[in-house]
């Protein structure tokens, strides 16, 4: 959906979509190992999933409020609703084709076989037999339908719907059952001789055994779930008018409404209408699926064999080819900048820096950004340590971090029971920032970390990210600007070189394209080469559009949403754009700018949408020192060259990949980051088997 009001752009949900089309385009890859295209399905599904949640539930708030008032809406919610059923209904086709005729077929091949209740041998009949009655009997729950409220269904659980054979009284001879799959496993492991290595999902085991329970002739009409709105806050993202009409509808009610009610394709359109009328289901909440749904429970399928080609190949992570070798990090980092590169590189090295800080009494305050916290946390460990230790620490933690509130909320209270000054989030204003202060007593300089993924141990071994360790004293001086603001909520401060939104970050950027498009105008050397999540915000996409008609090159990478449409004659006939998907998620940001031939390059937390350039505190940062600059460069020129993996961005959206051009060797850029990490090591350097 190409909207053409002012300028070219594509509607960010629509371009989500494209997006998660790109990760089905994974799962259909022969290239990628099999068992790695099964968990791309998982991903897919899992994202679509979000997507219903969030977004769509947004878009719907937004078509009901249209109807009562006059407000301005960041895009057409029903025209964007009508695309977004349209393409998730022909991805959803894709999915299963995908599934039933390649992954199916392909694990076969390999003696792994997923059997339907309809295949299972006499063997195997009388194993899930004694299974359900002794593991899968106790746990459920059968209702008839028309004793029951929409309310009754779980979001995102599984059911499976039935009726007595022959009957046609539908919602009267309806019932519903639960599928315990968060219980027990989704795939359960049956008995074979031929073929070892055969499984059956849950779903099949009650499937199987409906008459047995219900002591009667069943007819089953397939599983079904529902998803519903995940309620969240909306208030960083749009017009101030809009979020508070929102959030008076939210006010009114006490449970999430739905936002898809997925079905078998296969079940009557009697007992799909019967169950709507029913349950007050609208048209727009029925998405017809296959047999099988929540294949996000495929990202626990084992690997039932000893080949161990059907996964990617381990990368463990990598040593540090200087701070491996430190005596100490604090003196390391104090004697220059060095930049870290996950999951390429082992995350170790925060968690250390953090416990030296705790025993060395020059140090006085540890200050951190927190956004997503693992369950698990060494670091929010270290971090309770210090604060036991005597240093003064404080937390700016972020307390609406989209599903993970409860992990930050945990580690805020253990952080406050160690001594610790916990800040929680700002109404309004969310501090999305990724960085470390440590300030030291005396003559000591400051230390500072600057990344552009959260402090996660657990992401950092799927993420894509940087971190850079510096002393500088022109970058530690202004981050400590950014925390008195935290603290104390001073006036918005001065910044000379780091870019901080919501006050210096838009300005900035615009004003380094600016100049780039000066410098094209008068006939010199012009170009930007520009990577993120998501590229969204209008005002940003018309600047590069104006730079392309005034002949900046500009090379974008960006993973997600894409508002900006390149290679349209007369608007973005010099940009080109790229989205690299592979085994880890690209999370940085990096934004080059070519500054007349001594290129300026900045790293940071926030991507081009307006709610991280205007309702956020994000800070992008510098890279002064050559060596660090001369490595991200040859890591950024790796994924412009990426002729494997990645995707070209253009006007028909069909996600095609980037091909080798005749002469040019296959580039794939994260297999060739980890190899040019691990030739930087020492010779005869040992890469663990497993890292940190």
């Not at 694990?107 to 009655?133: N, P, T, W």
């Not at 399928?301 to 992570?317: A, C, Q, R, S, V």
């Not at 909520?489 to 870019?499: I, Y």
Request: hydrophobic share 40%; net charge neutral.
């Amino acid at each position: 959906m190409l909207d053409r009001e002012d300028f070219p752009y594509v509607a960010r949900d629509v371009s989500w979509l494209h997006f998660n089309a790109r990760v089905l385009q994974e799962a259909a890859d022969e290239r990628v190992p099999l068992l790695e295209r099964l968990k791309f399905l998982a991903i897919y599904s899992a994202n679509l999933d979000e997507f219903f949640r969030v977004r769509v539930a947004s878009l719907r708030s937004f078509k009901q409020l249209r109807k009562k008032a006059d407000l301005r809406f960041p895009d057409k919610p029903k025209k964007t609703l009508k695309a977004i059923r349209r393409l998730v209904s022909d991805q959803q086709e894709q999915f299963g084709q995908i599934f039933r005729e390649e992954l199916l077929p392909a694990l076969a091949e390999e003696g792994i076989y997923l059997r339907a209740s309809e295949e299972y041998s006499d063997a195997q009949k009388r194993f899930v037999q004694d299974f359900f009655r002794e593991q899968v009997a106790p746990l459920l729950e059968v209702q008839p339908v028309a004793k029951l409220k929409e309310t009754y269904f779980q979001n995102k659980a599984l059911y499976l719907l039935f009726s007595a054979y022959g009957s046609s009284r539908y919602p009267e001879d309806l019932y519903s059952v639960n599928i315990p799959s968060e219980r027990l496993s989704r795939f359960v492991n049956l008995p074979g001789f031929e073929y070892p290595h055969e499984f059956t999902f849950l779903d099949d085991i009650v499937r199987c055994q409906l008459d047995r329970y219900a002591g009667f002739p069943t007819h089953c009409h397939g599983a079904i779930k529902l998803s519903r709105d995940a309620e969240l806050s909306v208030d960083e993202e749009y017009d101030q008018e809009l979020v508070a009409r929102i959030h008076e509808t939210l006010e009114e009610r006490d449970l999430g409404l739905p936002t898809r009610f997925l079905y078998d394709s296969s079940a009557s359109a009697e007992v799909i209408q019967a169950l709507r009328k029913h349950l007050g289901l609208k048209k727009d909440d029925l998405i017809p699926g296959a047999r099988y749904h929540n294949f996000h429970d495929f990202f626990a399928f084992p690997n039932p064999t000893p080949k161990t080609f059907l996964k990617d190949e381990p990368m463990p992570p990598l040593p540090h080819p200087v701070l491996e070798y430190a005596s100490a990090l604090l003196p390391a980092v104090e004697a220059g900048d060095h930049i870290l590169h996950f999951p390429y590189q082992q995350y170790r090295y925060v968690i250390e820096l953090l416990e030296e800080a705790v025993a060395d009494p020059s140090v006085t305050h540890l200050k951190i950004t927190l956004y997503r916290m693992a369950r698990r946390s060494a670091l929010a460990d270290a971090l309770c340590r210090a604060a036991r230790a005597g240093k003064a620490v404080v937390v700016l933690m972020e307390a609406k971090a989209r599903f993970d509130e409860a992990n930050n909320l945990y580690w805020g209270s253990q952080l406050e029971r160690a001594g610790a000054t916990v800040y929680y989030s700002y109404p309004g204003l969310k501090v999305h920032a990724k960085t470390l202060l440590i300030r030291r007593s005396g003559d000591r300089p400051d230390l500072a970390y600057f990344g552009t993924g959260n402090f996660n141990e657990k992401t950092a071994r799927l993420y894509g990210d940087h971190a850079l360790l510096t002393a500088d004293p022109r970058l530690t001086a202004e981050l400590a600007q950014v925390f008195d603001f935290l603290e104390k909520k001073t006036e918005a401060p001065r910044f000379r070189h780091l870019l901080v939104s919501p006050f210096t970050l838009r300005d900035r950027f615009t004003a380094l394209v600016d100049a780039e498009i000066e410098r094209a105008r008068s006939g010199q050397e012009a170009y930007m080469i520009l990577k993120m999540n998501s590229l969204e915000d209008k005002r940003m996409i018309a600047k590069l559009y104006e730079a392309d008609r005034a002949g900046v090159r500009v090379q974008l990478i960006v993973r997600g949403i894409c508002g900006l449409v390149p290679g349209l004659k007369g608007w973005s006939e010099r940009i080109e754009a790229v989205s690299i998907l592979d085994r880890f998620l690209e999370h940085a940001r990096v934004f080059i700018f070519g500054n007349g031939g001594e290129e300026c390059m900045y790293l940071g937390s926030a991507d081009w949408m307006t709610r991280n350039l205007d309702r956020r505190v994000e800070v992008a940062f510098p890279i002064f020192d050559a060596e660090v600059q001369r490595e991200i460069r040859h890591l950024i020129d790796l994924q412009l060259k990426d002729n494997q993996k990645a995707r070209c961005h253009s006007p028909d959206f069909d996600n095609a990949y980037r091909r080798p051009r005749e002469g040019e060797p296959p580039v794939r850029a994260q297999a060739d980051t980890y190899s040019y990490l691990r030739s930087r090591l020492p010779a005869g350097q040992i890469v663990p088997e497993t890292g940190s």
